[in-house]
C-alpha cells in the first residue's frame, strides 16, 4: 500500500517499550511495516508560539497536499497517451515517493534545524506559493495553446460539408485574379461521379470545358473544381444544387490560408515541445489535422506530399523533454520534498504540545501491509499506547462510557501524535 502513519510516543523507557511491543506485535501480525522516522531538535520557543504554529502548519499541509496532486495531475495531462509512464516521472530527489518517504531525513542544508521553527515554516510557505504561482502561470499558458489547438482542429472534423478546405486546395487548384473567371468547389456523392462528369459542362452557359478536377474525397463524395464566368455563378448552383451537386462557399485567399497553416504548425510545434515525446498530434490518417471522424484523402501532383508523410516527419523530429514537462518534474520533486517536512515539522510541534518540554519522543513510520489491516492496526496502536491518555482510551476501547466535555469521534482519536500520508491520491 501506498499509505503511511506517522506516529509519536514520549522517549522514556516505558514507551520504549509500548514501541517494542508494537513493532513485535505488527511484525508477528504482519500488519504493518515499521521505521524511525528522524526528525531533528528545533528551537522550541514558547508555547504559545507553538499552538500558533500547530495551526498554520495545518493549513499548509493541506495547500501542501493539494499543490502536488494538481502538479500530478498536470503531468497527466502534458504526457497525454504516454500515461503509462507518468509514475516514473513523479519523484522525490530522484526516487520514487514511497522510497522517499521510508528513507526520509531532514535537509540541513535547504530548512537549518538551527533557526527558529517559525522562520523554517516561513520558508517552506514561500517555496509551495511560488510554486503554485509558477504553477498556474504555467499551466494556464498551456491550456490556452491546448484550446487555440483544439479550436483549429476543430474546423478540420466532419466531411467536405463542413471542415475546412484550406489545408486540402493549392493555388493551382484556381483560376485567380481573373476579371471575367472563377473556380468554384463542388461537392459530387460518390454515386453521381459519372453524372458530373457527364453534365457539369452543361449545367450553365460559360462553363469551361474540361476544367473539373478531383482534388479531395472522403467516405461520401469527392470535391471537385469547376471554372466558369462570374456572371452565371447563381444560375450554375441553382442547376448543380437540382442535380444535388452542392457548391461550397470558398474563396482562395492565398494569404489567409497561409496564415491558417502557420499558425496551426506554430500551435503544433509550441504543444510538443511542452513534452516532445507524446505531443505530436500529427499522428493517423492523410490529413493536416489530427484523428479525424471522417478521413479526408487529398489528391492532387508529387509537388503536394501528403500530410500524412510531414505526420512522420514531425514525429520523428527531436524526441526529449520539453521545458512544461521539465518544470513539473523538478517542481513536483520539490514540492512533494517540502510536504514531507512539514509533515515531520508537524509531528515535532504536536509532540512537545502532547508530550511536554523537555522535548523527548520518537517518531515512527508505519507502512500498513493492506486496507484490510489498518482497522486491527489501529486497535493494536490504541492497546500499546492507551496509558498516554486513560481517560479517552476508556472511550476509544468501550465506546458506551460517555466522557463529559470530551467531545471526540472515537474512531478518529489517538492517544498518541498521528499524521496520514496517502500516496494512492497521486496515482
Not at 476579371?179 to 452543361?202: G, M, R
Amino acid at each position: 500500500m501506498s499509505e503511511f502513519w506517522l506516529i509519536s510516543a514520549p522517549g522514556d523507557q516505558e514507551n520504549l517499550q509500548a514501541l517494542e511491543r508494537m513493532n513485535t506485535v505488527t511484525s508477528k501480525s504482519n500488519l504493518s511495516y515499521n521505521t524511525k522516522f528522524s526528525i531533528p531538535d528545533f528551537k522550541v520557543g514558547t508555547l504559545d508560539s507553538l499552538v500558533g504554529l500547530s495551526d498554520e502548519l495545518g493549513k499548509l499541509d493541506t495547500f501542501a497536499e493539494s499543490l502536488i496532486k494538481r502538479m500530478a495531475q498536470s503531468v497527466v495531462e502534458v504526457m497525454e497517451d504516454a500515461k503509462g509512464k507518468v509514475p516514473e516521472n513523479l519523484l522525490a530527489n530522484g526516487v520514487d515517493l514511497t522510497s522517499f518517504v521510508t528513507h526520509f531525513e531532514w535537509d540541513m542544508a535547504k530548512y537549518p534545524a538551527k533557526q527558529p521553527l517559525v522562520s523554517v515554516v516561513d520558508t517552506l510557505a514561500k517555496q509551495l506559493a511560488q510554486i503554485e504561482t509558477d504553477l498556474k502561470s504555467r499551466t494556464a499558458a498551456y491550456n490556452t495553446l491546448k484550446t487555440n489547438l483544439e479550436n483549429l482542429e476543430k474546423k478540420s472534423m466532419g466531411n467536405l460539408f463542413t471542415r475546412t478546405l484550406s489545408d486540402i486546395v493549392s493555388k493551382e487548384d484556381f483560376v485567380l485574379d481573373s476579371e471575367y473567371l472563377i473556380t468554384l468547389l463542388v461537392i459530387v456523392p460518390k454515386p453521381s461521379y459519372t453524372q458530373w462528369q457527364k453534365t457539369y459542362e452543361s449545367l450553365s452557359d460559360m462553363v469551361v470545358p474540361r476544367s473539373t478536377k478531383l482534388i479531395a474525397e472522403d467516405n461520401e463524395g469527392g470535391l471537385f473544381t469547376v471554372t466558369l464566368f462570374r456572371k452565371v455563378i447563381e444560375d450554375f448552383k441553382t442547376k448543380a444544387k437540382e442535380n444535388k451537386f452542392t457548391v461550397r462557399e470558398f474563396y482562395y485567399d492565398e494569404k489567409e490560408i497561409k496564415r491558417e497553416r502557420e499558425e496551426m504548425s506554430r500551435l503544433l510545434s509550441d504543444k510538443k515541445q511542452q513534452y516532445q515525446t507524446s505531443c505530436v498530434a500529427l499522428k493517423k490518417g492523410s490529413s493536416t489535422f489530427p484523428d479525424h471522424k471522417v478521413k479526408v484523402t487529398p489528391l492532387g501532383t508529387p509537388d503536394r506530399p501528403a500530410a500524412g508523410q510531414t505526420d512522420r516527419e514531425r514525429e520523428s523530429e527531436g524526441e526529449g523533454e520539453g521545458p512544461l514537462l521539465r518544470w513539473l518534474k523538478v517542481n513536483f520533486s520539490e514540492a512533494f520534498i517540502a510536504w514531507i517536512h512539514l509533515k515531520a515539522l508537524r509531528v515535532f510541534v504536536e509532540s512537545v504540545l502532547r508530550y511536554g518540554l523537555p522535548v523527548n519522543f520518537q517518531a515512527v513510520l508505519l507502512q500498513p501491509h493492506k486496507k484490510s489491516s489498518t482497522k486491527r492496526l489501529r486497535e493494536v496502536l490504541n492497546s500499546v499506547f492507551r496509558h498516554l491518555d486513560q481517560v479517552a482510551a476508556a472511550s476509544i476501547l468501550d465506546a458506551s462510557v460517555e466522557i463529559p466535555g470530551l467531545q471526540l469521534n472515537n474512531q478518529d482519536y489517538f492517544p498518541y501524535v498521528y499524521f496520514h500520508i496517502d500516496l494512492s491520491l497521486l496515482d
